[in-house]
């Protein structure tokens, strides 16, 4: 490797252009044949001019190439003044360029990037990346700045103006030349930026040199916006010769400050400004920037300014624009006097009321002056319907607006604001409101949802959402709770450019919100705590005080203070939130115990390692007994088909895992030190978190790839199931039976509607897909989309994430054999001949398990035999092992003498030196889930001795910590999580990725070096020491050279940004999946020209009244449709089923028509918020995706999209329930736990026989009303996925009914 150093280069001459002369000449004889790659790779720097706006370079450059010998001859041929000419020579005046042998050593991260990876080639790509960078180069002056809302008729109002309060005008000329406003396109990050002077310039006499020095130090404001953010783009006539251009925008910009550094005249320091995210500039901006941040106006200070905006606008390809004759207005719409206004009205109101009216708001969907204009209607409202259904027709506004917004009109044609509320009012039936009771649920409440950005505080909801120990206590009160997001403006985790101060940003944002509390509709709302799953999404919980029925008044430190004993945790801030935290994890609950039926246990110690951390035993009558509880539920999921072998808890201060013991008798529950983290009083109701009750499949993931193909896994091995997997979802897509096994049940998409369990039951009856050939074919487009929606997500996740199943493999919660049976010297002992490479194998042979499999209708699997044990996340190569699987227990073991042995668990043993979960990936008991991989494919030849790192140091203080240091510690952690998920694991991984031609992979020393510190990252959670990034390993490569794999969704972040073609396993499999059609419905998703959610086209039809709807429905009898030759086919596959318990002649009852109707407008109402709220874009989410559970749209972070679809999923999931449970006629009655129990159990006695028929009946009228309003190209939004729901309540009816009749001995 050597370096040469080139000078006299023109400026003409940029980067693309010279490396491709210089290819020419590498590539060619003689220099092609002194590497074994004729087409050697090497690297070019041009010595770029410095300062923030310099452009182009200083004439000189580094050429790095792979071999000395190559330089050598190189410098040989052109390193004389008699060299041949170059191109370029003399272009520059009369001297020619110049080579010579560099004096420094090639850069660190050059070096192995030239020698692994192969030449890329793209200097054309470069080239034109240069020349839009040089089309974008010019500055545009303006004179002004402003920020404005767009009103209902058009107009822009002025609501904030940098003259106002950067009056920079005053200063002259010198103002103009040093502090003017200037709009500059960053092509690298695709952004405008404008920059407005800082303060001090305008004071400073212009004196010369003095002036121009302190005015590069001053801070500057700027103001930024992402290309992507630009929705409409206008050209305001001329005005004074100063045309002005309108920014309509679908997220507000950036604001940050941004000042050089005091080194910046040292040549060989960075001078890059030090940028600092801000919340607002000073002066009024602060009061304005929360509302009036979308629309942004700029006054250009001249006409040639605007052209050449204009010019620069069409390259960085901005909306087509529109030349508009209008000037702006001044409303004050968001003047001091409105906002005081505003809060003032609101504070008196009822909170649910005022929470609502703040959301419009705050959203942006409506002014304060519109809706201080709805006072009167309001209070109207209120004494008519009551604070609750007043607060919801106020939500149901409110997703009208959002609507409104978009598109000018409402989903149902309203255009002006008082329509939009007169059909919200409309909306909200009484079936409505009994969707969105939560009371008949204690696992679920209406959850009010805040999120804060760096310029706003957002308001949203609420929506159904698990409960807590916490909620569940004051469950009366449960609107005095808010959940507490922090993200950006896109509502995505906080990233960070290079360079930017993003952590005193997050310190500043997030803890001075969690330190001084949040004012939501005059409410001060306090910091209280945060479960673990809610802060890795950057949440937690807030509240107010309240008083109780008993007078007791109620405040974040009371509830805090009733928790528990925390007293030997009071000087560690980090460990005493995490306690605290277990209060706030999400449950359901189960059954109360006795305090005389706890008994404590010893924890198995050995050797410093704990082999029953977090895990405690259970009686199979209790077990039985929860089982029973948690399937009790009205409208509840839960069906264990298989008796769950263990569960995830909660009880007061202990935590963990719950496994079925068969010593144990009655209600009885053993618990171990290691589960109990405080002393908490009260009850010892036991809450559940998860159930064990069966396995769940193995997939595998980037992490585990690269750590197996470290071990000598080929990538061969990877390949085949990739290819097996996309066949799989290929195949699916041609048949019905097999879209249900694969893509809906083993990818878990469908889950909320049963899409699974309705596909199958079609398929029974001869129905299926145009491929599959059957006795009808379902010909729908809706269900066609909807699979290809499924397909094309699975194979993103496949592409990106590289989770690819492994079948014949098992996910199985992790127990401990506390009989001791299993013992680790006497399993490999007996099976030598199952090792590859007995000398490297000796760690692993102390490790044996017990595994179980058991399945629905399915015969028990005991495995037997070696099989590799891994946990995730993998980030060191010791993460692993192989493990001997026992089979069925011998005659002997006391295992046998189990009734219910354990199903979907591996028990791991309780003797050796070292617990084997802790040699996963740190792991433990307490709910840990363990993939058991039996495919020899995926088996290496050895596995890597596991990892070992040191306890993390734990945080203490020199005092009892307040709430003010657990504030402090959330701010922290949001910073270290951004780290960790936003450097260390990706770095592993491309730093993994770039040791492959040395074959270290995993094991390189940085590799290992990036896993102790993901580990560190971890464990800050509840250590409270961050880890530091001073201890980053330096990078391999240059930063802007990234595997081709890495790039993510959205393509290169940075137009700078290079990547290569992996040669690991990654690379592989990343290039051999084609996602066209599915970034094809992603950017249809994205620029969809209408509404989706619009019941009826707006012009020229009206919606059918009921009357319409009444008259249609009686030309149905109960098999439907009279006209057999229009009956579609699931209805005729379905007919003769039905007739055996309906009567298929008779009309429909006009109030069952009715009442299917109303079910169907209050499904479709509550259906377009949800799609509303969880979408990733600024459009609504389409009825396909929200069937599958899927969110088409592209992002640059697919775990926030993954958070989105499991509240999607929540929602749906919740709506579906209702919308069955009025089917099945549960909605009125008593609270009674057993009623759905008693319901089915009534019915195979045959005393229910009428609710059963009933039920039967409602469903199959629901799915007749489905089928008109899903027809045609007039289809209404929400009619395809009702009628899967009634098909579904169809189908679940059937099954009752059924088990009546076999059970009564009819069939």
Same mark, same amino acid.
């Given at each position: 490797?050597?370096?040469?150093?080139?000078?006299?280069?023109?400026?003409?001459?940029?980067?693309?252009?010279?490396?491709?002369?210089?290819?020419?000449?590498?590539?060619?004889?003689?220099?092609?044949?002194?590497?074994?790659?004729?087409?050697?790779?090497?690297?070019?720097?041009?010595?770029?001019?410095?300062?923030?706006?310099?452009?182009?370079?200083?004439?000189?450059?580094?050429?790095?190439?792979?071999?000395?010998?190559?330089?050598?001859?190189?410098?040989?041929?052109?390193?004389?003044?008699?060299?041949?000419?170059?191109?370029?020579?003399?272009?520059?005046?009369?001297?020619?360029?110049?080579?010579?042998?560099?004096?420094?050593?090639?850069?660190?991260?050059?070096?192995?990037?030239?020698?692994?990876?192969?030449?890329?080639?793209?200097?054309?790509?470069?080239?034109?990346?240069?020349?839009?960078?040089?089309?974008?180069?010019?500055?545009?002056?303006?004179?002004?700045?402003?920020?404005?809302?767009?009103?209902?008729?058009?107009?822009?109002?002025?609501?904030?103006?940098?003259?106002?309060?950067?009056?920079?005008?005053?200063?002259?000329?010198?103002?103009?030349?040093?502090?003017?406003?200037?709009?500059?396109?960053?092509?690298?990050?695709?952004?405008?930026?404008?920059?407005?002077?800082?303060?001090?310039?305008?004071?400073?006499?212009?004196?010369?040199?003095?002036?121009?020095?302190?005015?590069?130090?001053?801070?500057?404001?700027?103001?930024?916006?992402?290309?992507?953010?630009?929705?409409?783009?206008?050209?305001?006539?001329?005005?004074?010769?100063?045309?002005?251009?309108?920014?309509?925008?679908?997220?507000?910009?950036?604001?940050?400050?941004?000042?050089?550094?005091?080194?910046?005249?040292?040549?060989?320091?960075?001078?890059?400004?030090?940028?600092?995210?801000?919340?607002?500039?000073?002066?009024?901006?602060?009061?304005?920037?929360?509302?009036?941040?979308?629309?942004?106006? @700029?006054?250009?200070?001249?006409?040639?300014?605007?052209?050449?905006?204009?010019?620069?606008?069409?390259?960085?390809?901005?909306?087509?624009?529109?030349?508009?004759?209008?000037?702006?207005?001044?409303?004050?719409?968001?003047?001091?006097?409105?906002?005081?206004?505003?809060?003032?009205?609101?504070?008196?109101?009822?909170?649910?009321?005022?929470?609502?009216?703040?959301?419009?708001?705050?959203?942006?969907?409506?002014?304060?002056?519109?809706?201080?204009?709805?006072?009167?209607?309001?209070?109207?409202?209120?004494?008519?319907?009551?604070?609750?259904?007043?607060?919801?027709?106020?939500?149901?506004?409110?997703?009208?607006?959002?609507?409104?917004?978009?598109?000018?009109?409402?989903?149902?044609?309203?255009?002006?604001?008082?329509?939009?509320?007169?059909?919200?009012?409309?909306?909200?039936?009484?079936?409505?409101?009994?969707?969105?009771?939560?009371?008949?649920?204690?696992?679920?409440?209406?959850?009010?949802?805040?999120?804060?950005?760096?310029?706003?505080?957002?308001?949203?909801?609420?929506?159904?959402?698990?409960?807590?120990?916490?909620?569940?206590?004051?469950?009366?009160?449960?609107?005095?709770?808010?959940?507490?997001?922090?993200?950006?403006?896109?509502?995505?985790?906080?990233?960070?450019?290079? !360079?930017?101060?993003?952590?005193?940003? @997050?310190?500043?944002?997030? !803890?001075?919100?969690?330190?001084?509390?949040?004012?939501?509709?005059?409410?001060?709302?306090?910091?209280?705590?945060?479960?673990?799953?809610?802060?890795?999404?950057?949440?937690?919980?807030?509240?107010?005080?309240?008083?109780?029925?008993?007078?007791?008044?109620?405040?974040?430190?009371?509830?805090?203070?009733?928790?528990?004993?925390?007293?030997?945790?009071?000087?560690?801030?980090?460990?005493?939130?995490?306690?605290?935290?277990?209060?706030?994890?999400?449950?359901?609950?189960?059954?109360?115990?006795?305090?005389?039926?706890?008994?404590?246990?010893?924890?198995?110690?050995?050797?410093?390692?704990?082999?029953?951390?977090?895990?405690?035993?259970?009686?199979?009558?209790?077990?039985?007994?929860?089982?029973?509880?948690?399937?009790?539920?009205?409208?509840?999921?839960?069906?264990?088909?298989?008796?769950?072998?263990?569960?995830?808890?909660?009880?007061?201060?202990?935590?963990?895992?719950?496994?079925?013991?068969?010593?144990?008798?009655?209600?009885?529950?053993?618990?171990?030190?290691?589960?109990?983290?405080?002393?908490?009083?009260?009850?010892?109701?036991?809450?559940?978190?998860?159930?064990?009750?069966?396995?769940?499949?193995?997939?595998?993931?980037?992490?585990?790839?690269?750590?197996?193909?470290?071990?000598?896994?080929?990538?061969?091995?990877?390949?085949?199931?990739?290819?097996?997997?996309?066949?799989?979802?290929?195949?699916?897509?041609?048949?019905?039976?097999?879209?249900?096994?694969?893509?809906?049940?083993?990818?878990?998409?469908?889950?909320?509607?049963?899409?699974?369990?309705?596909?199958?039951?079609?398929?029974?009856?001869?129905?299926?897909?145009?491929?599959?050939?059957?006795?009808?074919?379902?010909?729908?487009?809706?269900?066609?989309?909807?699979?290809?929606?499924?397909?094309?997500?699975?194979?993103?996740?496949?592409?990106?994430?590289?989770?690819?199943?492994?079948? !014949?493999?098992?996910?199985?919660?992790?127990?401990?054999?506390?009989?001791?049976?299993?013992?680790?010297?006497? @399993?490999?002992?007996?099976?030598?001949?199952?090792?590859?490479?007995?000398?490297?194998?000796?760690?692993?042979?102390?490790?044996?398990?017990?595994?179980?499999?058991?399945?629905?209708?399915?015969?028990?699997?005991?495995?037997?035999?070696?099989?590799?044990?891994?946990?995730?996340?993998?980030?060191?190569?010791?993460?692993?092992?192989?493990?001997?699987?026992?089979?069925?227990?011998?005659?002997?073991?006391?295992?046998?003498?189990?009734?219910?042995?354990?199903?979907?668990?591996?028990?791991?043993?309780?003797?050796?030196?070292?617990?084997?979960?802790?040699?996963?990936?740190?792991?433990?008991?307490?709910?840990?889930?363990?993939?058991?991989?039996?495919?020899?494919?995926?088996?290496?030849?050895?596995?890597?001795?596991?990892?070992?790192?040191?306890?993390?140091?734990?945080?203490?203080?020199?005092?009892?910590?307040?709430?003010?240091?657990?504030?402090?510690?959330?701010?922290?952690?949001?910073?270290?999580?951004?780290?960790?998920?936003?450097?260390?694991?990706?770095?592993?991984?491309?730093?993994?990725?770039?040791?492959?031609?040395?074959?270290?992979?995993?094991?390189?020393?940085?590799?290992?070096?990036?896993?102790?510190?993901?580990?560190?990252?971890?464990?800050?959670?509840? *250590?409270?020491?961050?880890?530091?990034?001073?201890?980053?390993?330096?990078?391999?490569?240059?930063?802007?050279?990234?595997?081709?794999?890495?790039?993510?969704?959205?393509?290169?972040?940075?137009?700078?940004?290079?990547?290569?073609?992996?040669?690991?396993?990654?690379?592989?499999?990343?290039?051999?999946?084609?996602?066209?059609?599915?970034?094809?419905?992603?950017?249809?998703?994205?620029?969809?020209?209408?509404?989706?959610?619009?019941?009826?086209?707006?012009?020229?039809?009206?919606?059918?009244?009921?009357?319409?709807? *009444?008259?249609?429905?009686?030309?149905?009898?109960?098999? !439907?449709?009279?006209?057999?030759?229009?009956?579609?086919?699931?209805?005729?596959?379905?007919?003769?089923?039905?007739?055996?318990? @309906?009567?298929?002649?008779?009309?429909?009852?006009?109030?069952?028509?009715?009442?299917?109707?109303?079910?169907?407008?209050?499904?479709?109402?509550?259906?377009?918020?949800?799609?509303?709220?969880?979408?990733?874009?600024?459009?609504?989410?389409?009825?396909?995706?929200?069937?599958?559970?899927?969110?088409?749209?592209?992002?640059?972070?697919?775990?926030?999209?993954?958070?989105?679809?499991?509240?999607?999923?929540?929602?749906?999931?919740?709506?579906?329930?209702?919308?069955?449970?009025?089917?099945?006629?549960?909605? *009125?009655?008593?609270?009674?736990?057993?009623?759905?129990?008693?319901?089915?159990?009534?019915?195979?006695?045959?005393?229910?026989?009428?609710?059963?028929?009933?039920?039967?009946?409602?469903?199959?009228?629901?799915?007749?009303?489905?089928?008109?309003?899903?027809?045609?190209?007039?289809?209404?939004?929400?009619?395809?996925?009702?009628?899967?729901?009634?098909?579904?309540?169809?189908?679940?009816?059937?099954?009752?009914?059924?088990?009546?009749?076999?059970?009564?001995?009819?069939?």
């Amino acid at each position: 490797m050597a370096s040469i150093f080139m000078t006299d280069i023109p400026n003409s001459v940029n980067h693309p252009s010279l490396s491709k002369e210089l290819a020419k000449i590498l590539h060619s004889p003689p220099f092609n044949r002194l590497t074994a790659d004729e087409r050697m790779n090497f690297h070019v720097y041009l010595h770029r001019k410095r300062g923030n706006r310099a452009r182009g370079h200083k004439g000189t450059g580094i050429l790095t190439l792979p071999t000395a010998t190559v330089a050598q001859y190189f410098l040989s041929t052109y390193g004389s003044p008699l060299r041949p000419t170059l191109p370029f020579d003399y272009l520059g005046g009369h001297r020619r360029m110049a080579f010579r042998l560099s004096n420094r050593d090639p850069e660190p991260g050059i070096v192995p990037m030239i020698l692994q990876t192969p030449y890329a080639g793209d200097e054309a790509q470069e080239q034109e990346k240069e020349e839009k960078e040089e089309k974008l180069a010019d500055l545009v002056q303006a004179s002004s700045v402003q920020l404005g809302w767009r009103c209902r008729d058009d107009a822009v109002s002025i609501e904030w103006s940098s003259s106002t309060d950067f009056p920079h005008e005053e200063a002259g000329d010198h103002a103009e030349r040093l502090g003017g406003i200037n709009l500059e396109f960053v092509e690298d990050t695709r952004e405008l930026w404008i920059s407005l002077p800082g303060s001090f310039i305008s004071s400073v006499p212009d004196n010369g040199l003095l002036s121009g020095i302190l005015s590069l130090m001053e801070p500057t404001l700027h103001i930024g916006l992402r290309w992507n953010r630009v929705q409409r783009l206008d050209f305001e006539r001329e005005q004074d010769n100063r045309p002005a251009i309108v920014f309509d925008l679908y997220r507000p910009p950036n604001f940050e400050r941004r000042q050089a550094p005091l080194a910046m005249f040292n040549s060989f320091q960075d001078d890059r400004p030090i940028r600092t995210p801000l919340t607002s500039f000073p002066g009024s901006h602060g009061r304005v920037v929360p509302y009036a941040s979308l629309v942004l106006r @700029v006054e250009c200070a001249s006409t040639h300014d605007f052209q050449t905006f204009r010019r620069m606008a069409n390259v960085a390809s901005f909306p087509s624009p529109t030349y508009i004759y209008t000037e702006p207005v001044r409303r004050h719409l968001f003047s001091q006097s409105s906002l005081c206004q505003f809060d003032a009205w609101v504070a008196q109101l009822d909170w649910p009321i005022a929470f609502q009216l703040v959301a419009i708001r705050d959203n942006l969907y409506a002014d304060p002056i519109e809706l201080l204009e709805l006072r009167g209607r309001l209070t109207i409202m209120e004494q008519e319907y009551g604070v609750a259904k007043t607060s919801e027709i106020l939500r149901l506004f409110r997703a009208r607006l959002a609507t409104l917004s978009w598109d000018g009109e409402d989903e149902r044609g309203a255009t002006t604001v008082p329509e939009c509320l007169s059909k919200a009012a409309k909306d909200v039936t009484e079936l409505h409101m009994s969707l969105r009771d939560q009371t008949r649920n204690p696992g679920y409440f209406n959850c009010y949802h805040v999120t804060v950005t760096p310029t706003r505080i957002v308001p949203d909801g609420p929506y159904p959402d698990q409960s807590n120990r916490v909620l569940r206590r004051y469950a009366q009160y449960t609107d005095c709770f808010l959940r507490v997001a922090f993200a950006d403006e896109d509502f995505l985790s906080f990233r960070w450019d290079w !360079g930017v101060q993003g952590e005193d940003f @997050v310190r500043l944002r997030v !803890g001075g919100s969690l330190k001084n509390g949040l004012v939501i509709a005059g409410r001060k709302y306090q910091f209280l705590l945060f479960s673990q799953s809610a802060l890795k999404e950057h949440a937690v919980w807030f509240c107010r005080p309240f008083t109780e029925s008993n007078g007791q008044l109620v405040t974040a430190d009371t509830i805090r203070e009733s928790l528990g004993d925390f007293k030997h945790l009071e000087c560690q801030p980090a460990r005493m939130a995490a306690r605290m935290s277990q209060a706030f994890t999400a449950t359901e609950p189960s059954v109360t115990l006795e305090i005389e039926e706890i008994f404590p246990a010893a924890d198995i110690e050995r050797n410093g390692s704990n082999f029953t951390d977090g895990i405690g035993d259970i009686s199979p009558d209790m077990a039985a007994e929860i089982a029973r509880s948690l399937q009790s539920r009205i409208g509840g999921k839960k069906r264990f088909f298989v008796a769950p072998s263990a569960y995830q808890f909660r009880m007061g201060g202990y935590k963990g895992v719950l496994a079925v013991d068969y010593k144990l008798r009655d209600m009885e529950i053993k618990l171990r030190k290691s589960q109990s983290k405080f002393t908490s009083p009260g009850t010892h109701e036991i809450e559940i978190a998860q159930a064990f009750h069966k396995p769940k499949p193995v997939y595998l993931n980037r992490n585990l790839i690269m750590i197996l193909e470290t071990l000598g896994v080929p990538a061969n091995a990877f390949i085949k199931l990739q290819d097996e997997a996309v066949d799989d979802i290929n195949m699916a897509t041609l048949s019905l039976r097999d879209c249900a096994s694969f893509l809906l049940d083993m990818h878990g998409c469908g889950t909320s509607f049963r899409l699974s369990s309705v596909f199958f039951s079609l398929s029974k009856l001869g129905i299926g897909l145009r491929d599959e050939q059957p006795t009808h074919v379902l010909d729908d487009k809706f269900i066609n989309r909807a699979i290809e929606f499924a397909a094309n997500h699975i194979l993103r996740v496949i592409k990106h994430k590289a989770r690819i199943p492994v079948k !014949g493999s098992y996910t199985l919660v992790g127990v401990a054999d506390i009989h001791g049976y299993l013992k680790p010297d006497e @399993v490999f002992g007996e099976h030598r001949g199952m090792k590859s490479d007995e000398d490297k194998y000796t760690h692993a042979d102390l490790l044996s398990a017990k595994v179980c499999i058991k399945e629905r209708d399915k015969k028990t699997i005991w495995i037997e035999g070696k099989v590799l044990v891994t946990r995730s996340p993998q980030a060191h190569p010791g993460d692993a092992q192989f493990v001997y699987a026992i089979g069925a227990p011998p005659p002997d073991s006391p295992f046998t003498q189990e009734r219910n042995p354990r199903p979907n668990s591996i028990v791991f043993s309780t003797n050796g030196l070292r617990s084997v979960p802790s040699m996963l990936a740190g792991g433990d008991l307490d709910g840990d889930e363990f993939n058991i991989i039996c495919n020899p494919a995926l088996w290496p030849p050895s596995c890597d001795p596991p990892a070992a790192y040191p306890p993390a140091v734990i945080k203490t203080l020199d005092r009892p910590c307040n709430v003010n240091d657990i504030a402090e510690w959330v701010a922290e952690y949001i910073n270290s999580d951004i780290l960790a998920s936003g450097m260390i694991s990706q770095d592993l991984l491309i730093r993994a990725d770039q040791s492959h031609g040395n074959g270290l992979m995993a094991r390189e020393p940085g590799c290992l070096k990036l896993a102790e510190l993901a580990s560190a990252a971890v464990d800050f959670a509840k *250590s409270g020491t961050p880890v530091d990034r001073k201890n980053l390993p330096t990078p391999l490569f240059h930063r802007s050279y990234k595997p081709d794999w890495a790039i993510g969704e959205m393509g290169p972040g940075r137009s700078g940004q290079k990547t290569y073609m992996s040669k690991t396993a990654i690379g592989k499999l990343f290039r051999r999946i084609d996602l066209s059609n599915a970034d094809r419905l992603a950017d249809l998703q994205a620029r969809k020209e209408h509404n989706p959610h619009r019941a009826i086209p707006r012009k020229g039809k009206a919606r059918r009244d009921m009357d319409e709807l *009444s008259r249609e429905l009686e030309r149905l009898t109960v098999t !439907g449709i009279r006209r057999a030759d229009s009956e579609d086919s699931i209805s005729f596959a379905v007919r003769n089923r039905l007739r055996r318990y @309906v009567d298929v002649d008779s009309p429909i009852q006009p109030e069952t028509a009715n009442v299917a109707a109303e079910q169907f407008d209050a499904y479709v109402t509550e259906l377009r918020c949800i799609c509303s709220s969880n979408t990733l874009s600024n459009k609504p989410l389409t009825e396909e995706e929200v069937l599958v559970g899927t969110i088409a749209t592209k992002t640059s972070q697919p775990r926030k999209r993954q958070n989105l679809m499991a509240q999607l999923r929540t929602q749906s999931d919740e709506l579906v329930k209702r919308i069955k449970a009025e089917l099945a006629g549960e909605r *009125s009655g008593s609270n009674d736990d057993d009623d759905r129990q008693s319901r089915g159990s009534a019915a195979r006695n045959g005393s229910s026989e009428l609710e059963l028929e009933e039920w039967l009946l409602r469903s199959w009228v629901a799915w007749h009303v489905s089928i008109p309003k899903g027809a045609g190209d007039d289809a209404r939004f929400g009619a395809k996925t009702f009628g899967i729901i009634a098909l579904g309540s169809i189908f679940e009816c059937l099954r009752e009914l059924d088990e009546r009749d076999r059970l009564a001995g009819g069939i």
